[in-house]
């Protein structure tokens, strides 16, 4: 036992746990991401849309909104579906 | 000035109570007066831990019910000096802890000249778990080098950055500290235990201190005797270590290489 220890010792590491560190990454980003967007994204995109609303008859569900992580850098993408023919409320 | 450190974790039995026993009983042995209180209503532990649970009369929520003054309820620690324990009460009644008898508990500690009041949170992140953080200055989430107290942790440290009173009123942040605990070096080296490294570029919250898998520390709990008063012991001097970093010396991390085993150890050894 003792002498195949010295020899199974300088094997490469079964790493289990460089496994774990992947796993772990990815789901603590996924996490933190949804942590912060949950608490403000919801009251923007009401806002938003009334404000859209306001020159354009678009409906509630016109409007997606997403967070973006890449390089160090949040993208906060927002897409509003205009109607075919956009009639403008706004008075001449 | 009271500092308000509250040690918790998110998830159960990484090792929060033996932490805040340890933590709390060094920081009385550096000469600080110390009160800790154990916020696991309905599952107190920290009077086993810390060896008084036979001189447990009234307890934290006798306080705030007005049923017991705060003198009457802290149990004062036989071996070391300015070490005060509030044990937890035993009630199913998990209303009974309030943000008011909180704040309540701790100004009175506060004007009683304490140095710290280290709050042991439980588990989970239900009330007992908001209130034991609210009024922190300060936070020392454990963690084991193991996914689940990990992620844990990550999740803990979201919310010691919102929802404390001080993220509320806008003061400066609770300083967060990271405490790895149960921690095996031989375990690391072959690859099947996150390492220090991984653990601190995932969490990135400054570290506190390393405590190795012991067998200390289970013997210390048997006797009822927090395991930093265990001077021999490999958790013991983890632990003091720890407390001098956090009364800001400088000292390097300890038992966190794998042991030399020599080449007949090796050859013979286990």
């Known amino acids: ?92 | 000035m009271t500092k308000v450190l509250v040690v918790t974790s998110g998830k159960g039995g990484v090792g929060k109570t033996t932490t805040s026993a340890a933590i709390s009983t060094g920081l009385a042995e550096a000469g600080k007066k110390v009160a800790v209180i154990d916020f696991d209503i309905g599952l107190r532990n920290l009077d086993l831990i810390m060896g008084v649970e036979r001189r447990v009369v009234y307890d934290f929520i006798n306080v705030i019910q007005g049923d017991a003054t705060l003198k009457q309820a802290l149990i004062k620690h036989k071996e070391v000096d300015n070490l005060y324990i509030l044990p937890a009460s035993q009630t199913r009644d998990k209303d009974a802890l309030t943000t008011e008898g909180v704040k309540q508990v701790i100004d009175e500690l506060k004007e009683d000249g304490f140095d710290y009041v280290i709050c042991d949170s439980p588990a989970g992140i239900e009330k007992g778990a908001h209130l034991a953080m609210y009024y922190a200055d300060e936070a020392i989430v454990v963690t084991n080098p193991e996914v689940s107290s990990v992620r844990d942790a990550d999740r803990m440290l979201g919310l010691l950055a919102s929802k404390p009173r001080r993220a509320e009123i806008g003061d400066t942040p609770v300083v967060q500290h990271l405490l790895i605990n149960r921690y095996a070096p031989n375990r690391v080296s072959t690859g099947e235990m996150l390492s220090i490294e991984d653990i601190l570029e995932i969490l990135a919250v400054p570290l506190l201190g390393v405590i190795p898998e012991s067998t200390a520390v289970l013997q210390a709990s048997n006797a009822g005797r927090p395991v930093i008063l265990e001077k021999q012991s490999d958790a013991g001097q983890a632990y003091a270590d720890a407390v001098a970093r956090l009364l800001g010396e400088q000292k390097p991390m300890r038992f966190v290489e794998e042991e030399k085993k020599g080449l007949f150890a090796r050859l013979f050894g286990k």
Request: glycine share 4%; net charge positive.
């Open chain 1, 1 to 92: 036992m003792g002498l195949l220890n010295v020899f199974h010792h300088q094997r490469k590491p079964s790493s289990s746990a460089k496994i774990a560190k992947e796993r772990l990454q990815i789901v603590i980003a996924h996490e933190r991401q949804h942590g912060r967007g949950l608490d403000y994204l919801p009251l923007l995109k009401k806002d938003l849309l009334e404000v859209v609303q306001r020159y354009v008859k678009v409906s509630d569900d016109a409007i997606t909104m997403r967070i973006e992580k890449s390089e160090g850098m949040e993208i906060l993408e927002l897409n509003i579906t205009l109607p075919e023919r956009s009639e403008s409320k706004s008075s001449e």
